[in-house]
Nanobody, 115 residues
């Protein structure tokens, strides 16, 4: 099993920044893709950003140019730098990692952006 723990969420004003972190631990052999998702109140969970083990990144159109995903393979950690935050970015942010055809999820961290 792989355990994921997210941190870095909080309350921020519109235009502000936050940096989320997600640390993987447990039975780690070779993590492939890592990513971030979010779920706003009353909405379905949506994909935000992803990064492969070679560092290729991809973003949802709604965050492109504002968010940056990165990873530190030595620390089994994935980050999400969020700049120019908007109220519509509010939600619970989850990290997910893929290993040996299995996806693992964290418990989530709340991000609230006030207008």
């Amino acid at each position: 099993q792989v355990q994921l723990v997210e941190s870095g969420g909080g309350l921020v004003q519109a235009g502000g920044s936050l940096r989320l972190s997600c640390v993987a631990s447990g039975r780690i052999f070779s993590i492939n893709g890592m990513g971030w998702y979010r779920q706003a109140p009353g909405k379905q969970r949506e994909w935000v950003a992803g990064i492969t083990n070679s560092g290729w990144t991809n973003y949802a159109d709604s965050v492109k140019g504002r968010f940056t995903i990165s990873r530190d393979n030595a620390k089994n950690t994935v980050y999400l730098q969020m700049n120019s935050l908007k109220p519509e970015d509010t939600g619970v942010y989850y990290c997910s990692v893929d290993q040996r055809a299995t996806s693992y999820w964290g418990q989530g961290t709340q991000v609230t952006v006030s207008a």
